[in-house]
């Protein structure tokens, strides 16, 4: 099976920067679609950002121009560079791998930005 790790998350002011990565281990050989999700306090998880098979990315509109997924390869690691962060952005963010048909879910990493 697949196992995600999300690593990265911290606290930050306002306007600074945070890096999330998402590594893969055990059955993962192939490109998948990876995503990056959050769940804030009281809210549903809504998606982040995607980037497909076909290395196309999408972000919802709050995080356009200032969030950016990739990934490496090599490492079988995806990540979310998040600049000017704002208090709006502070949530548990989760790493997901669609394969095949089957979802997976790393277990979150917090981030919180706040003064």
């Known amino acids: 099976q697949v196992q995600l790790v999300e690593s990265g998350g911290g606290l930050v002011q306002p306007g600074g920067s945070l890096r999330l990565s998402c590594a893969a281990s055990?059955?993962?050989?192939?490109?998948?679609?990876m995503s990056w999700y959050r769940e804030a306090p009281g809210a549903q998880r809504e998606l982040v950002a995607v980037?497909?098979?076909?290395?196309?990315?999408n972000y919802t509109d709050s995080v356009k121009e200032r969030f950016t997924i990739s990934g490496d390869n090599a490492k079988k690691t995806v990540y979310l560079q998040m600049n000017s962060l704002k208090p709006e952005d502070t949530a548990v963010y989760y790493c997901?791998?669609?394969?095949?048909?089957?979802?997976?879910w790393g277990q979150g990493t917090q981030v919180t930005v706040s003064s």
């Open positions: 055990g059955n993962f050989f192939k490109l998948y679609d």
């Open positions: 997901n791998a669609m394969v095949m048909t089957t979802d997976y």
């Open positions: 980037i497909s098979r076909f290395a196309v990315t």
